[in-house]
């Protein structure tokens, strides 16, 4: 119940601050992102745990709430302020690198810590395919906003 509450402030803070990314992002490219992330992750999820059954989830409304803000929230969050470092001109390049790596550690550190508190419980799962997982949502994530930039470049929206 704690990691419910812990789960849904860490969303409404996220949420707050990502109206202050509107200084190098558009709207529609934040939206589009957000919707893209979330959408990923509910593919992913899918197919990790329950067609490959390869991580567990407890079935209990709390846990539930809790990695459905995870899911919506918090990683979508965190991805956004990733591709908000990247589109800033003013960020050095060794600083946008250490941040990828950051964001890369804090996700595999929370599947982790979600293990610890018995939210989930990995069957056939370690840490390389936790970076593994991340990696292709990074990829996929990064293709799709790159593309996406370009477009609303093209279309000299900004």
Same mark, same amino acid.
């Given at each position: 119940?704690?990691? !419910? &509450?812990?789960?849904?402030?860490?969303?409404?803070?996220?949420?707050?601050?990502?109206?202050?990314?509107?200084?190098?992002?558009?709207?529609?490219?934040?939206?589009?992102?957000?919707?893209?992330?979330?959408?990923? &992750?509910?593919?992913?999820?899918? /197919?990790?745990? &329950?067609? %490959?059954?390869?991580?567990?989830?407890?079935?209990?409304?709390?846990?539930?709430?809790?990695?459905?803000?995870?899911?919506?929230?918090?990683?979508?969050?965190?991805?956004?302020?990733?591709?908000?470092?990247?589109?800033?001109?003013?960020?050095?390049?060794?600083?946008?690198?250490?941040?990828? /790596?950051?964001?890369? !550690?804090?996700?595999?550190?929370?599947?982790?810590?979600?293990?610890?508190?018995?939210?989930? %419980?990995?069957? %056939?799962?370690?840490?390389?395919?936790?970076?593994?997982?991340?990696?292709?949502?990074?990829?996929?994530?990064? $293709?799709?906003? $790159?593309?996406?930039? !370009?477009?609303?470049?093209?279309?000299?929206?900004?």
């Amino acid at each position: 119940m704690k990691y !419910l &509450l812990i789960s849904s402030i860490l969303s409404l803070i996220i949420l707050v601050a990502s109206q202050y990314t509107r200084r190098h992002m558009h709207p529609f490219e934040m939206m589009t992102n957000w919707l893209f992330s979330s959408a990923l &992750l509910f593919i992913l999820s899918n /197919i990790i745990e &329950l067609n %490959q059954k390869w991580i567990e989830v407890e079935n209990t409304k709390t846990v539930f709430w809790s990695l459905t803000f995870y899911r919506l929230f918090i990683i979508p969050g965190l991805t956004l302020w990733l591709l908000f470092v990247y589109s800033s001109k003013t960020i050095r390049p060794i600083y946008k690198q250490m941040c990828t /790596i950051l964001w890369f !550690l804090v996700l595999i550190k929370i599947q982790f810590f979600h293990e610890f508190l018995g939210l989930i %419980q990995f069957k %056939q799962w370690n840490v390389y395919f936790s970076f593994l997982e991340w990696f292709s949502f990074w990829l996929l994530t990064v $293709g799709v906003w $790159g593309s996406f930039r !370009l477009l609303l470049k093209k279309e000299e929206v900004f």
